[in-house]
């Protein structure tokens, strides 16, 4: 879509918010505004911009309207995002004259909720793209579901066993994760099991060049029919194209199951392949109540549904009904006393505000409290810190001339390659990494940092512990 040397690039690619919180006037001249004509980000970048706090969203929310909006695998919209997300896409398709499409294989019931009122989606008759869904699913059933749940949970070394199994017997394995941690665990202990060329791990640990780069070299191995054994959290479930003959999958929300059943026998090579669905002991997950409350809904699907049934479109969408139903008080963002003074939402703050405490009522028709909404609202419940991180030569590069004396244009030039060479991490983390001075900032106080090269690991990407620089494997 781009030449080289096109003064003013036609896409941008925004993840990573390198961005400090509290801008300097450095910052604000290298500030990106979504001003080039086609911008590929994140659902967490996008809520931001509409509903945080700040004037960075303020510059770019303009450049949405007039525009077609594509967002692919949409059942990870957070849930207490729901009604302000229906709410605000609604306005752009009304009175913007945008358009939205909706993209995943297990579409969410967003024109279907249990308090309409409080904002849904209008969807017209003709929504799919692809009609007959129950004829198409059942043309491409090329996978079922086994249940393996067991009531104790399965141990790690019968995990193991388990990944070992499907490796030698189907030439290839996949398996999904809900957790970074219990990815690095099972890849630390199949190291001494698998032949290092075929082992893999995946994470958002990695940088994205990083990444892609994983994703070729198993692509190419799996093109080459020789062995691959990759453990990857649920980012290789988002619209990754690859095939493999087995997939295992941590017990998850069914929407999650059949994302992950998406990378099994893809190409159509095998009459029918199996994802087989476990428990492990002494998960933790009470921290991730989108993951926790979607395992209780598959559960429930798996006792009151057949095995054959679990990828129907109708199964699908009764799952959804179970998870959002009953989840509906959370969808208008609930807000503590400690965020606003009262338990309130932060959809009422947006809208009527009827809770607003003052002596009179507001004169003046805007009764919004617009501060006290961006300052509380986080797409994710834990805000994360972008990093770059040296990897590979020009990652290096893109930091040394970060480092060097401050030029606008250059600067702006090498903050948006270093998207595809930053890690977001969560704050504790970033204590970690703070504690053990693996991060710097690139200019003294501008809030944008980078990793100690000794602190990415060619295996695992970033870590709070020093790696040894023997474990490269990827080339």
Same mark, same amino acid.
């Given at each position: 879509?781009?030449?080289?040397?096109?003064?003013?690039?036609?896409?941008?690619?925004?993840?990573?918010?390198?961005?400090?919180?509290?801008?300097?006037?450095?910052?604000?001249?290298?500030?990106?505004?979504?001003?080039?004509?086609?911008?590929?980000?994140?659902?967490?970048?996008?809520?931001?911009?509409?509903?945080?706090?700040?004037?960075?969203?303020?510059?770019?929310?303009?450049?949405?309207?007039?525009?077609?909006?594509?967002?692919?695998?949409?059942?990870? *919209? %957070? #849930?207490? &995002?729901?009604?302000?997300?229906?709410?605000?896409?609604?306005?752009? @398709? $009304?009175?913007?004259?945008?358009?939205?499409?909706?993209?995943?294989?297990?579409?969410?019931?967003?024109?279907?909720?249990?308090?309409?009122?409080?904002?849904?989606?209008?969807?017209?008759?003709?929504?799919?793209?692809?009609?007959?869904?129950?004829?198409?699913?059942?043309?491409?059933?090329?996978?079922?579901?086994?249940?393996?749940?067991?009531?104790?949970?399965?141990?790690?070394?019968?995990?193991?066993?388990?990944?070992?199994?499907?490796?030698?017997?189907?030439?290839?394995?996949?398996?999904?994760?809900?957790?970074?941690?219990?990815?690095?665990?099972?890849?630390?202990?199949?190291?001494?099991?698998?032949?290092?060329?075929?082992?893999?791990?995946?994470?958002?640990?990695?940088?994205?060049?990083?990444?892609?780069?994983?994703?070729?070299?198993?692509?190419?191995?799996?093109?080459?029919? *020789? %062995? #691959?054994? &990759?453990?990857?959290?649920?980012?290789?479930?988002?619209?990754?194209? @690859? $095939?493999?003959?087995?997939?295992?999958?941590?017990?998850?929300?069914?929407?999650?199951?059949?994302?992950?059943?998406?990378?099994?026998?893809?190409?159509?090579?095998?009459?029918?392949?199996?994802?087989?669905?476990?428990?492990?002991?002494?998960?933790?997950?009470?921290?991730?109540?989108?993951?926790?409350?979607?395992?209780?809904?598959?559960?429930?699907?798996?006792?009151?549904?057949?095995?054959?049934?679990?990828?129907?479109?109708?199964?699908?969408?009764?799952?959804?009904?179970?998870?959002?139903?009953?989840?509906?008080?959370?969808?208008?963002?609930?807000?503590?006393?400690?965020?606003?003074?009262?338990?309130?939402?932060?959809?009422?703050?947006?809208?009527?505000?009827?809770?607003?405490?003052?002596?009179?009522?507001?004169?003046?028709?805007?009764?919004?409290?617009?501060?006290?909404?961006?300052?509380?609202?986080?797409?994710?419940?834990?805000?994360?810190?972008?990093?770059?991180?040296?990897?590979?030569?020009?990652?290096?590069?893109?930091?040394?001339?970060?480092?060097?004396?401050?030029?606008?244009?250059?600067?702006?030039?090498?903050?948006?390659?270093?998207?595809?060479?930053?890690?977001?991490?969560?704050?504790?983390?970033?204590?970690?990494?703070?504690?053990?001075?693996?991060?710097?900032?690139?200019?003294?106080?501008?809030?944008?940092?980078?990793?100690?090269?000794?602190?990415?690991?060619?295996?695992?990407?970033?870590?709070?512990?020093?790696?040894?620089?023997?474990?490269?494997?990827?080339?």
């Amino acid at each position: 879509l781009e030449w080289a040397g096109d003064e003013f690039p036609w896409v941008l690619e925004h993840h990573s918010n390198l961005e400090p919180e509290t801008q300097t006037w450095h910052s604000k001249l290298v500030t990106e505004n979504w001003d080039s004509p086609i911008i590929f980000t994140s659902m967490v970048q996008f809520l931001e911009v509409l509903f945080g706090g700040g004037s960075r969203g303020a510059r770019r929310m303009h450049n949405i309207a007039n525009s077609v909006l594509i967002f692919d695998e949409i059942q990870s *919209l %957070p #849930v207490n &995002c729901v009604h302000l997300f229906c709410n605000a896409i609604q306005f752009f @398709v $009304d009175h913007a004259r945008s358009t939205t499409l909706l993209c995943t294989a297990t579409q969410p019931l967003l024109d279907n909720l249990k308090f309409p009122d409080k904002g849904q989606l209008t969807l017209p008759d003709d929504r799919e793209l692809v009609g007959n869904m129950t004829e198409v699913f059942e043309q491409f059933k090329r996978v079922e579901i086994k249940n393996l749940v067991r009531p104790k949970g399965w141990s790690e070394q019968k995990l193991i066993e388990l990944m070992i199994t499907q490796l030698k017997e189907k030439g290839n394995c996949l398996v999904i994760v809900n957790t970074k941690k219990w990815a690095k665990k099972l890849y630390d202990r199949c190291i001494n099991s698998v032949d290092a060329d075929s082992l893999f791990h995946l994470s958002t640990s990695l940088c994205p060049v990083h990444r892609k780069e994983v994703f070729n070299t198993v692509r190419q191995r799996l093109d080459d029919e *020789l %062995p #691959v054994l &990759c453990i990857s959290t649920q980012l290789i479930e988002a619209g990754v194209d @690859v $095939d493999f003959n087995s997939v295992i999958r941590f017990l998850a929300g069914l929407d999650s199951i059949a994302q992950a059943a998406g990378r099994c026998n893809r190409n159509g090579n095998l009459d029918m392949a199996q994802v087989y669905v476990v428990n492990p002991q002494d998960e933790a997950i009470d921290m991730l109540p989108d993951i926790k409350e979607g395992r209780e809904k598959a559960l429930r699907i798996f006792s009151e549904k057949d095995e054959t049934e679990l990828l129907d479109p109708e199964v699908m969408s009764l799952y959804f009904s179970y998870y959002f139903y009953e989840r509906a008080n959370l969808m208008s963002y609930p807000l503590t006393e400690k965020q606003a003074g009262r338990k309130d939402s932060l959809l009422s703050l947006l809208s009527d505000n009827h809770l607003n405490i003052g002596i009179e009522k507001n004169a003046i028709k805007l009764q919004q409290s617009f501060k006290t909404a961006g300052k509380a609202f986080k797409a994710i419940d834990s805000p994360t810190q972008a990093v770059i991180v040296p990897y590979g030569d020009k990652g290096k590069e893109i930091i040394a001339g970060l480092c060097a004396d401050f030029e606008p244009a250059k600067a702006f030039k090498l903050l948006k390659e270093a998207q595809k060479y930053s890690v977001n991490v969560f704050p504790n983390v970033w204590r970690k990494l703070i504690d053990a001075e693996a991060v710097k900032p690139v200019q003294k106080g501008e809030g944008i940092y980078f990793l100690e090269e000794r602190f990415y690991s060619e295996n695992f990407g970033l870590s709070t512990e020093v790696v040894s620089k023997m474990d490269t494997k990827i080339s």
